[in-house]
């Protein structure tokens, strides 16, 4: 690559043929747990309203699912972020391509993430946001990579810790395709026969 610039979503090569693989998490499993996360929430901003600040494009189904699992008023908005690295693995540089609609000086910012990988994007999203003032500030993570770690980042709800591995589906994508299956299953190089 000569230090050629990628979107990060080469972290799969795309010179390799890859098909859906086994379920890792089925559409039954991630409902219990959005449920049990969205009660967790509930319980712990009682009498308050949260924002949920969704990071596009990944968390948009988790993030319409976790707050309907909510049991108490929460707003919703969405940022989007790029992150540049080069071939497989992402440089740390993240970009802001699109912000909040939303003021959150005063307010009680949840971030939702569909996956934790490097930390890096939720790292610089958490710093971004504390500039605005807002009353608190947590991370709600449906997916966590956690051995997957460049950058120490406290995730205050973690959906499922998952091993190194490409997932697709419920929102995650494979160079734009497989956002749509309802279940997160495992993306595998086709083998030449
Ligand atoms: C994924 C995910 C996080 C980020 C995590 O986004 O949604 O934003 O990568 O990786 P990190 O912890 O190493 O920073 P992606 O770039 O695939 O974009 P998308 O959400 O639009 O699919």
New binding site residues.
């Given amino acids: 690559m000569d230090g050629e610039v990628q ?3 080469s ?1 799969a090569d795309t010179t390799v043929d890859r098909r859906i693989g086994r379920i890792l998490i089925s559409r039954d499993e991630i409902a219990a747990r959005v449920a049990e996360l969205g009660e967790a929430i509930g319980r712990d901003y009682a009498g308050r309203t949260p924002v949920l600040v969704g ?5 948009v189904v988790f993030t319409a699912d976790l707050l309907r699992a909510i049991p108490v008023p929460a707003a919703m908005d969405f940022m ?4 540049y690295g080069s071939g497989t693995r ?1 440089s740390g540089v ?1 970009r802001l391509t699109a912000d909040l609609s939303l003021s959150i000086e005063g307010r009680d910012v949840i971030i939702v ?10 790292s610089y999203l958490r710093r971004n946001l504390a500039t605005r003032h807002p009353r608190s500030l947590a991370l709600c993570g449906l997916l966590d990579k956690v051995s ?1 770690r ?1 950058v120490e980042v406290d995730v205050d709800y973690v959906g499922f810790v998952i091993p190194d591995e490409f997932v697709v589906g419920y ?3 494979y160079d734009g395709r497989h ?1 749509e299956l309802p279940d997160l299953a495992v993306l595998e190089p086709v083998t030449p026969s």
Avoid: F, H, N, Y
Wanted: hydrophobic fraction near 35%; charged fraction near 35%; avoid cysteine.
């Fill in positions: 979107p990060k979503a972290r990071v596009l494009k990944g968390a989007a972020v790029s992150s992402s993240v993430e569909d996956v934790i990988d490097s930390g890096r994007t939720i997957r460049e929102g995650l994508d956002r």
